[in-house]
């Protein structure tokens, strides 16, 4: 089957969103199928090799974000637009990522849902009409919902099959100032009725936004995330120095900040005299402000030292960073959607401490790989941290368990066959 996969790239770090759907292609490659990932927005920042590297970014950022400032620019013929889609300069543009108002946040949100009737509809039509003529594909499947804005064109003028997924997008959503936030709600309902099948990577999600959406339950298909867990190397922890590991993009939402509580909290007990803290994963420039501050405040506590900062790491450099750790958190304070994290870092035979909302519940039921605390709350964080770190025998029990279940059921070959049901089904 010929699978078009539409994902925005990020042109500067990876996110678990393009890591899963990596995963996912590279999956289905090796099932048979003729799947192509295209980038939108941005040039795709793959974990290891690329999908398919052949492929151009489709409905580039920097025309989007021109036709949604200057409207006029929809009625300018595109051949008079050169070159604002070439790698180079989409990737350049990618460092300014985090930079804009909320209110162009809002606008650039609302007029990707608004479809025909947006502003950016030019750069759309043109990415559709090179899927009719050269993509050709017998389903389209789009990376997350906030790409619904054409699903009524590709339902009229395609009548293709299209699966959406889920990935977490009601937390962004649900962040825009009004009456952006409506809005994009309002289109995102209305567009969903275009959408043939959605797929969710958590139970806990797929009722969150049948609600939110207002489909069906059973138009929702639960598919855990996957992902190549023969990469990951079986950590090998010093257990004279425990380390407590994050890897996230480095924000407050993802609970860095709670974190750095709780290990301001642990060190000042004295359990655990050499504990460090290691961090990694996505930053961009706007996110330095926020870093700072939490540089100051180890520093108030003569902590600096004892805490090392890895951003923007390779994927070698990924699965060299789980091995050292002894255990494990990234205490989102939202609910999320998935944490693709949290099996990345079970695969890696490092024990988990996750708050208990959102999927995080579901996650640790199904691989018995960590324990929850309460969400939001740096003291019930360090007491789970230093009781599972000072207690050898359930970590150990922990990893059995974790492991074991990651490498049979989070695979991201199993993820491809589930899809592949959902294929066939939107097919038949």
Not at 378 to 407: C, F, H, M, W, Y
């Amino acid at each position: 089957m010929r699978i078009l996969h539409l994902t925005p790239g990020t042109g500067s770090f990876h996110c678990g969103s393009c890591l899963r759907d990596h995963a996912l292609i590279r999956a289905l490659r090796s099932r048979g199928h003729d799947a192509l990932m295209a980038p939108l927005y941005l040039p795709l920042v793959t974990d290891r090799e690329a999908s398919n590297p052949e492929l151009p970014v489709q409905a580039g950022g920097i025309r989007l974000y021109l036709q949604e400032k200057m409207p006029w620019l929809r009625y300018v013929p595109q051949f008079l637009l050169p070159g604002l889609n070439s790698p180079a300069l989409l990737k350049f543009a990618s460092r300014f990522m985090g930079m804009t108002s909320a209110k162009d946040l809002g606008r650039m949100t609302l007029g990707a849902l608004a479809g025909e009737q947006g502003n950016q509809w030019p750069e759309w039509k043109r990415t559709l009409d090179w899927v009719q003529k050269e993509a050709k594909p017998d389903v389209i499947s789009l990376s997350n919902s906030l790409l619904m804005g054409l699903c009524p064109a590709i339902e009229r003028d395609l009548r293709l099959p299209i699966i959406v997924s889920l990935q977490g997008e009601d937390s962004f959503l649900d962040t825009l100032i009004d009456p952006y936030r409506e809005q994009s709600w309002a289109a995102m309902r209305a567009n969903a009725r275009s959408v043939t099948r959605f797929i969710a990577p958590s139970q806990y999600y797929a009722d969150i936004m049948a609600k939110r959406l207002e489909v069906s339950a059973e138009k929702i298909h639960v598919i855990h995330n996957g992902l190549d867990v023969t990469a990951f190397a079986p950590a090998k922890p010093d257990p004279n120095w425990p380390i407590i590991g994050y890897f996230a993009r480095m924000i407050h939402g993802k609970g860095l900040t709670t974190l750095i509580d709780a290990f301001i909290e642990l060190t000042g007990r004295g359990t655990l005299p050499r504990l460090k803290l290691k961090v990694g994963g996505a930053k961009t420039a706007a996110d330095e402000k926020y870093l700072a501050g939490l540089r100051a405040k180890l520093a108030e506590h003569g902590l600096q030292e004892r805490v090392e900062w890895h951003p923007n790491i390779s994927f070698h450099d990924k699965v060299k960073f789980f091995r050292d750790l002894t255990a494990f958190s990234v205490p989102a304070t939202y609910g999320e959607a998935f944490g693709l994290y949290v099996i990345e870092a079970i695969a890696s035979g490092v024990p988990v401490v996750q708050p208990r909302h959102g999927a995080f519940p579901e996650l640790i039921e199904a691989t018995g790989g960590g324990v929850l605390c309460e969400p939001d709350d740096p003291k019930a964080l360090a007491d789970a941290l230093e009781a599972l770190i000072l207690n050898g025998q359930q970590r150990e029990k922990l990893i059995s368990s974790g492991t074991s279940k990651v490498r049979s059921e989070f695979t991201a070959m199993r993820m491809a066959a589930t899809f592949e049901e959902v294929l066939q089904q939107v097919r038949s």
